[in-house]
């Protein structure tokens, strides 16, 4: 329907104007109140007059949207057709529907509501039939609700409780669940109090109750009121505070404890202890926040949870439970949510492998793999990649599981094995919908790893990940599952390992300087990561003093001491190793021959690949790591 120009701005904003927002909160309730009474949006007698009205169309575009709809089969809207044209959103053809009808739409975020209306309504009703009180006045209580249409019987509940008049309106998608969260964290009833108590105060009280022994009364468990919903609060809380990136929460029998531990900066810690008798009590509460089957014991579970529902920050929180002896259940939280792409030139290649890989990204096909295992960054990589290439004038695919780290721009989809949409799947889907960029978050099996290679031969580039040792392995790896050493040598560009090692804590760290002995004993460890051969140990401390000693020549290395700002540990944050193996025709050469992994490993060593351990090495002297760490990491 080229001849309807597309709107391009959002003007589909909620009910509140723009200059609300800084206004009181009661002054904002007021000026909702007032809306109420005296709305005109109403007084529009048909739904595209109602549009002209909010400014979402011109007049000519309704006489032309309504010519079309007339030449299409019968019973088709008006709504519809707008939609299906691409000249506007589902959601504001919605709230300007509703308001027609007399329903006013809400940004929750902009409103505190008030506590007269919240000790109205128990906190636990609010959250379980997800209905906001906002205020009282003239006689009528206004409560905020998902849909006014589907929540009748609840309107009606609450006329009974309150003997008020109740008016409800309509809150923006996204905003209900925060926001009930948010309000009765702040209200007397909900004990503001306690509420703010630390987490150790908690853990006490909890330890010391004995009632939720037995959770058949699931209600203590999604009672925001109750020691348990806040212990399991603070404790999110406490642990995005802490930039863990895992909470395991290990429950046994009693007397033994419930351990939990965080795993911060990639290793895991113990946290804190509860009483056994818990164990059962505090699964729940985390499967009510996930929408799982609490009742269900025996078979594993996944979910997430979205912690902003709770009154907490922005995070979300991917959930798995694990059947244990006993009839118990573990669980393992990761926290997701706030991931942002970096940068490429934030995730600490070195400059040879920046610049290689960013002229590898320029090919307009071809195929890109990270390689690693569990944990070692290659989402992060991966979307560092995408973020170079998400320029607006390529289409880019990208099949993940789970979605981490989201981007605009990028069209990102959900795997969901259950219902066979698979790797594979998507990318045959993809195929079909013109991409030049296509991501799979992982190559699983011989069928998503021969379409993609399939893929990157005719013109699409192809970006994934393996769960490998090295670059080198990886090639040998994707020939054992069966793929053709031809197409695969012909489509591929490039092949980065990595590592995640610790990062010394800038605030603490101690330098010493390196003895003779101690440089002979890095440069034999930088030769043998490298095959052992071609490289003079003297040549190799040479350029170590020139690029990373003193102006005496002097090298040093760091060690880790402790503070407060890295608690004690010495270390803050972690840091990326790479080895960077780019495809020549020697390489595809020796991909056709079958050849073992380590002449590929020669052969990128005389190319000038650094391994992960010399690249470990070159950080160490940079004071970013220290030495243990490179060497449990790059354990070869």
């Known amino acids: 329907m080229s001849a309807l120009p597309r709107i391009q701005d959002d003007q589909s904003a909620p009910s509140l104007a723009p200059s609300d927002l800084d206004a009181p909160d009661s002054s904002r309730l007021d000026a909702l109140w007032h809306s109420l009474r005296y709305s005109s949006v109403d007084q529009a007698r048909r739904l595209g007059e109602a549009l002209v009205e909010r400014g979402l169309l011109t007049r000519h575009q309704l006489s032309q949207a309504l010519a079309l709809q007339a030449r299409t089969p019968p019973h088709r809207t008006l709504g519809s057709v707008l939609v299906d044209n691409k000249i506007l959103r589902p959601e504001q053809i919605s709230h300007v529907m509703g308001e027609w009808l007399g329903l006013r739409f809400v940004d929750l975020h902009a409103i505190r ?81 306690s509420a703010q108590r630390s987490l150790q105060e908690l853990t006490a009280e909890l330890a010391q109750n004995d009632d939720l022994v037995v959770m058949n009364d699931i209600a203590s468990a999604s009672d925001s009121k109750s020691v348990l919903v806040q212990f399991v609060n603070r404790l999110i809380a406490n642990a995005i505070k802490l930039r863990a990136s895992d909470i395991h929460i290990e429950t046994c029998a009693a007397p033994k404890p419930v351990k939990i531990r965080l795993r911060i900066d990639g290793d895991l810690s113990d946290y804190l202890e509860l009483p056994g ?12 926040m996930a929408d799982l089957d609490i009742s269900e014991h025996r078979k594993p579970q996944d979910g997430k949870i979205d912690f902003a529902r709770f009154g907490g920050d922005h995070v979300e929180l991917r959930m798995v439970t694990v059947p244990t002896a006993h009839g118990l259940e573990d669980v393992v939280l990761r926290l997701l949510s706030g991931l942002k792409p970096m940068p490429l030139e934030g995730i600490d290649l070195s400059a040879r492998n920046l610049a290689g890989l960013r002229a590898v990204m320029q090919k307009p096909y071809g195929l890109i793999l990270i390689c690693g295992p569990t944990g070692s960054g290659k989402t992060t990589t991966l979307h560092s990649v995408m973020r170079d290439l998400n320029t607006g004038k390529r289409k880019i695919w990208t099949a993940e599981d789970p979605v981490e780290i989201t981007q605009e721009g990028l069209r990102q989809v959900q795997i969901n094995a259950r219902i066979g ?15 030049d960029v296509i991501m799979i978050g992982e190559m699983r099996d011989e069928e998503t790893a021969r379409i993609a290679i399939e893929a990157s031969l005719t013109g699409h580039l192809v970006m994934s990940t393996l769960h490998t040792n090295s670059a080198a392995e990886s090639i040998t790896r994707l020939l054992e599952i069966g793929m ?52 003079d140990r003297r040549a190799l401390i040479a350029r170590w003093a020139e690029t990373h000693g003193d102006p005496e020549g002097h090298l040093w290395r760091y060690r880790r001491q402790g503070c407060a700002k ?16 780019v495809a020549d025709e020697r390489l595809r050469e020796l991909i056709r021959r079958r050849a073992p992994a380590l002449d590929i490993v020669a052969l990128g060593q005389s190319t000038g690949m650094i391994t992960l351990r010399q690249d470990g090495i070159e950080k160490m002297f940079a004071g970013l790591t220290d030495l243990s760490d490179v060497m449990a990491a790059t354990n070869q």
């Open 113 to 193: 509501p008030e506590a007269e209306a919240l000790h109205l309504v128990p906190a636990e009703y609010s959250e379980r039939e997800s209905v906001l009180p906002l205020m009282v006045r003239e006689g009528t209580l206004v409560v905020a609700v998902a849909d006014p249409w589907d929540n009748k019987a609840i309107l009606d509940e609450l006329r009974f409780r309150t003997n008020l008049r109740v008016l409800p309106v309509a809150g923006v998608a996204g905003t209900l669940a925060p926001a009930i969260a948010r309000a009765y964290l702040h209200t007397a009833s909900a004990a503001p109090v």
């Open 277 to 288: 008798r818990h164990s059962l009590a505090i699964v729940s509460r985390l499967k009510i």
């Open 421 to 435: 949409w698979t790797f594979a799947a998507a990318m045959r889907t993809f195929l079909r919908a013109d991409p």
């Open 484 to 535: 053709d050493p031809f197409t695969f040598s012909d489509s591929l560009l490039a092949i980065a390992a990595q590592r995640l090692v610790r990062r010394l804590c800038t605030e603490c760290r101690i330098r010493e300087r390196l003895q003779s002995i101690e440089l002979d004993y890095l440069a034999d460890l930088h030769i043998k990561s490298g095959g052992g051969s071609g490289i």
């Open 566 to 581: 890295c608690d004690g540990t010495g270390y803050h944050g972690r840091l990326g190793l790479h080895e960077l193996l």
